[in-house]
DNA sequence: GTGAAAGCGCTAACAC
DNA sequence: GTGTTAGCGCTTTCAC
């Protein structure tokens, strides 16, 4: 704060180079094409600007170049844990690239992603949307104007990554069926999620191989909160065990039954996806799913980072899949008889 | 992506001047200042901007105003849930002013805080930090060239938002006090933590007025695998009750506890701070000192819009305090005799 | 290898 | 009211 505008007094290129006894032109190569200038010239350049404590202004270097060393990731719920990890992969691997990251929430809504990058486009290098809501059409429409990479999507030929849900969830059904389940209930999330979608169509394949039942139920709000609905609804079918959409839905099942004193896995097994923090210390500790959801931030901000440094190039990869786990803990067990 | 960069064909103030027949200043002014222009210029213009799909260039807008409408919210710690709340408050209350929210991971260095903000500086209209791990004498030199809000630290007069820890403590010592503990253990956290201090300022002060001992170990990293370690050093005191840092470390205590099968409460009470994600459905749910750090983030926002929008004149507060409450869940007990 | 000059897209005096 | 003219601080041809 302190007095007017918050870049006041910073030194520029002009004060480097008139102290230097260079053009500012020369300035401006010596610090970011040192190999373009003369050694002692660099050199000296290098010593009058620490001395005066010059720090270019990103700003005013963004502005002709187009590059900005700056990206922005979305989430659809920055209050959901499991973006968590996406977060801190993303944001680990921008800054080793030496870049910032812009994290921002869209609240479940696709209005506020289109948004969103209308309005940032220029000021950043790329886009990692998590979890989009938007429609196939309109990714694809934003992606030939910015670039764009997805996380838990996959649309069109835009570059993701995602972690996989069909060899997964068919170990959670195989693990359900194993306990003598034969009846699933899956409760579902957002309509608009694209996981969510994938995630029952695995389910209702795996559960038809298996000669269960599987249906679905929902959709509710993937939050605690929603567990309690979730709960209740699922309790009403008569399954043995319920798959929920993700962990937050998941644990709120569990809080639900614990009030109704329903016994989990006694009564109810419950299976979960992401394995977000909490999930291994919940009552009971969840089974859910897991996958390497950092490491899904960290790859999708490396494409990125490929789609921009050879630009016009295709990025090596596009469609990347992560591998996934099951997680067994105790909130799967016997099915009751 | 597409072709080249990534502002490629975006339609610029003088598209819409030419399409409009005025002057790119009237469009300029048109349209961040339609006051000053006549109506019907001004609706024409606005028409024009539409039809066009013009888009301001948030950069270039910056460059000569100085102004950004970028705000920057670092925390220590990405990974602890308890920024979770932080986060989403400044997002939202960012971005009710129009404000885009960078979010930074200082990752408990004081280093990478002075760094960011010397880097940021011209990009953003200003800073907010939370747990600050500088020393009062850096944040009080960089609140003398930037905007600069605090949360859960006082320095200076730099403006600044903390949750009650001296009240709170208070009523955590009387908690256990009430049940019979005479002898508490303080599991410290990070050294540079200035909430960690008072807390155990507090905590040390409200104890010798109950004529309880207490006394401090530590310090131990502030996350959950903190807490194994930080079990076993407070199992090892004889202490019948362990006052953690904060949630992160709690919840690693009790998970300790049940490894070792060490009775909690039974034979060890636990208390920690923040009331994360997962204080209550972690086993035992965990007594802890609840406070609004959703509002923290909010208000660290408005004060740091306030500070910029009236450049020069003092913020309405400085130093707020917001309150906090013991949330007593099942981590506490009887003093075993 | 280095300097001069022309912008990047916008805002903000300053004239008219 | 509206147009003209300078820049904001930097990068980047283009000459020399």
Redo the contacts between chains.
Sequence with gaps: ???????G??PTIYDVAREAGVSPSTVSRALSNPGRVNAVTAERVAEVAARLGY?A????R??PS?R?DTLALFVSD??N?HF?GV??GA??QARAAGC??????TQESPEVEARNI?????????FVIAASRMSDEEIVKL??????TLISRQSGDVPSVIVDHAEGTRQIVEHLASLGHRSIVFLAGPPRSWVGARRWESLAAAAERHGISARRIGPFPPTMAGGAAAADAALGTGATAAVAHNDLLA?GV??RCAERNVSVPGELSVVGYDDI??AD???PPLTTLAGKYEESGRTAVDMLLA?RDR??TRPPRRRVVLPSHLAIRRSTGPAPR
């Design positions: 704060m302190a007095d007017g505008k918050a870049g007094g910073r720090r202004n990103a700003l005013a963004a502005l187009g900005t920055i209050t844990p968590f977060i801190r944001e680990h910032t990251l812009i994290v921002g929430d209308e309005r940032l486009g220029p000021s950043v290098d790329g992606a030939a104007g910015h670039r764009l644990i569990l809080r923090f909490g210390f919940c009552s789609m630009d016009g």
